[in-house]
């Protein structure tokens, strides 16, 4: 198995389930420490949610096609997550976004500005580790996510993962990523308080999230915990930060593992990788 494709993946899915008992909730009315379980959603620690579920569809789909990018494939693994068992930490979904919900539903991807989700960020990135274009990575966002603003995220988020990859540091990747608004926040995100970070379930605010605090601390515990207590959809910054903070630090740490020991669903994790 590709090493970094599971650190990076299993990286997601931690900072999904961690964040998973604190979705909604305001930032500063709570403090996530560790994997704890029911809250938003009722579910036993260590669940993952619609973030890892769809990165793992996406990751089995360019596995089968040796890393090729199938986008029948793709929504097929979507369709069976969304309708059965497949791809389901408990066998159950709990947890969909409505513009995700709409393009399986319809066949037809948010194309409006107000379609803006984060729903193809949290799964694109499987990409980062396979030959694609940058076409072909707004393909996959356009399964759900068709706006440009949300395919130009999936970009520059696969990019990062990239980077991250070869060896380059956050911080010298930071102040090249001179972009026209609204990504222009991004060259100088690590420069900016907290109070100037949003934590919501638009995609830009994601992206900005999820950078900032891989640039603002130093270890994989401290990233993902800060992620998740940003607030608002915590699952799913704690699962974009996490997926990068996974390809930088690893999952060696005592508490990563910690964590390791009660994630569930590894054995459908793992199913997925190659």
């Known amino acids: 198995m590709n090493k970094e494709l599971r650190n990076a993946v299993y990286g997601l899915a931690i900072g999904d389930a961690l ?91 948010g194309t409006g500005e107000r379609s803006n989700g984060n729903g193809s960020l949290m799964r694109i990135l499987p990409l980062a580790f396979v030959d694609c274009t940058d076409h072909e990575i707004r393909e996959v966002s356009a399964i759900t996510h068709a706006h440009k603003i949300s395919k130009e995220a999936c970009v520059i988020y696969v990019h990062i993962a990239r980077r991250l990859l070869a060896g380059e540091t956050i911080q010298d990747i930071i102040p090249t990523l001179q972009y026209d608004a609204p990504f222009d926040r991004l060259c100088k995100i690590n420069e900016l308080e907290e109070d100037k970070i949003k934590s919501s379930g638009y995609v830009v605010d994601t992206l900005e999230a999820s950078l900032w605090v891989l640039a603002k601390y130093d270890n994989f515990k401290d990233t993902v915990l800060a992620a998740v207590n940003l607030g608002d959809d915590t699952d799913t910054t704690g699962a974009v930060a996490g997926g990068l903070a996974g390809i930088v630090y690893g999952l060696d740490d005592a508490f990563v593992q910690d964590c390791m020991d009660v994630l569930r669903g590894k054995e459908i994790i793992d199913k997925c990788l190659w």
């Open 19 to 109: 964040g998973v008992p604190y979705e909604f909730k305001e930032r500063g009315e709570f403090e996530c420490t560790e994997m704890t379980g029911f809250g938003a959603h009722g579910q036993p620690e260590g669940t993952w949610s619609d973030d890892t579920s769809m990165t793992i569809a996406t990751a089995k789909a360019l596995k089968d096609n040796e890393g090729k990018v199938v986008l029948y494939d793709m929504v097929n693994n979507f369709l069976a997550w969304s309708d059965s068992e497949d791809f389901n930490c408990n066998g159950k979904l709990f947890d969909i976004g409505n513009a995700t919900s709409n393009a399986l539903d319809t066949g037809l991807p």
